[in-house]
Antibody
Framework: QLQLQESGPGLVKPSETLSLTCTVSGGSISSSSYYWGWIRQPPGKGLEWIGSIYYSGSTYYNPSLKSRVTISVDTSKNQFSLKLSSVTAADTAVYYC???????????????????WGQGTLVTVSS | SYELTQPPSVSVSPGQTARITCSGDALPKQYAYWYQQKPGQAPVLVIYKDSERPSGIPERFSGSSSGTTVTLTISGVQAEDEADYYCQSADSSGTYPGFGGGTKLTVL
């Protein structure tokens, strides 16, 4: 069973870059069986998909965040990372990393769902 | 990302059946997934591919799909089922996942 653990600063100043790392155990990040994703949840609000990456390096970003987001993978460390630039107070949230299982949809397209999640880490944007 | 619509809240008495709906225009083409989230915890997958149940999830959790609406049904609701429930799917191309706004299930 996969286990994921987020790590990174809990406090980031406005206009700076938020950086988080997710360490995967119990499986290889190079597996073709998974995508890897980041999801966030502002306090008291719902879930928002940030973006996902495949082991090959292919990335997919939420269009509303695309200009500020970079997700990368480090296969040597079995980790993947999130960078979100130019943060504001609106980026304050619990950030989750998750494994994403690919699925062939009814229409024949490829998509995924999130089967294993990290415990989440609160990142506060404040000066 | 893709947007889905859920009712903000549903209330049921213990032992009754709770039904939580989720609507989206791409749902006839994409599967839906359901997550349970209790306070201070990460979401847990309870239904995948519209109606499949992961191992370890009680049989009282089931899912169904009809057109642009999917439904999570919890039969014989227990106090421990009180939580927020989120549906997830993707746009018609499958490229962009999205979550519903969440439904708070209250067990009276």
């Amino acid at each position: 069973q996969l286990q994921l653990q987020e790590s990174g600063p809990g406090l980031v100043k406005p206009s700076e870059t938020l950086s988080l790392t997710c360490t995967v155990s119990g499986g290889s990040i190079s597996s073709s069986s998974y995508y890897w994703g980041w999801i966030r949840q502002p306090p008291g609000k719902g879930l928002e998909w940030i973006g996902s990456i495949y082991y090959s390096g292919s990335t997919y970003y939420n269009p509303s965040l695309k200009s500020r987001v970079t997700i990368s993978v480090d296969t040597s460390k079995n980790q993947f990372s999130l960078k979100l630039s130019s943060v504001t107070a609106a980026d304050t949230a619990v950030y989750y990393c998750a494994s994403a299982r690919p699925v062939i949809a009814v229409a024949g397209t490829s998509t995924y769902y999130f089967d294993y999640w990290g415990q989440g880490t609160l990142v506060t944007v404040s000066s | 990302s893709y947007e889905l619509t859920q009712p903000p809240s549903v209330s049921v008495s213990p032992g009754q059946t709770a039904r939580i709906t989720c609507s989206g225009d791409a749902l006839p083409k994409q599967y839906a997934y359901w997550y349970q989230q209790k306070p201070g915890q990460a979401p847990v997958l309870v239904i995948y591919k519209d109606s499949e149940r992961p191992s370890g999830i009680p049989e009282r959790f089931s899912g169904s799909s009809s057109g642009t609406t999917v439904t999570l049904t919890i039969s014989g609701v227990q106090a421990e089922d009180e939580a927020d429930y989120y549906c997830q799917s993707a746009d018609s191309s499958g490229t962009y996942p999205g979550f519903g706004g969440g439904t708070k299930l209250t067990v009276l």
